[in-house]
């Protein structure tokens, strides 16, 4: 009877971890990379020699993230960056070989540095709509009227 009751206890402990386990929303500082121009795949932009993979142009830059769609606020600015699609490798580069390869491809590096407006804005603007309706919540109490019955 005491194995039982013993092994019930036990049984019942991890049952009620499990159970009171809450979903946690992620925030947090994230680097995001996103390709900005697609340069020709030939032997220069290979990853490595022989390889049928091959590097294009990406915007890397971090940001302060809510549940990795609610980017509230940028922490460093963006970079062009060497990148494979589909992955999260990227290669740094000199300014020189920068500016090289944007000559060469006959892009504008001020406009692949351009940020969306949902990634400038759109977080900001969410988060403020969020407080406020908050502080509606808060602050627009009900307030009861007092009627008087009428007696006819």
Known sequence: MVKKNLLLSFVSMLAANAVSAKPKIPFGKIDKIEIVADLPNTEKYAVSIGSKEYLDLARMHQEYNIAWVIPVWITQDPKLVLAKKESDEYFELTNAQLDQIVNENKLNKESLLQLGLYTKYGGKLIVLLII?????????????????????
């Open 132 to 152: 406020g309706l908050i502080l509606y919540g808060i602050f627009s109490k009900d307030n009861t009227k007092k009627v008087n019955p009428i007696n006819i």
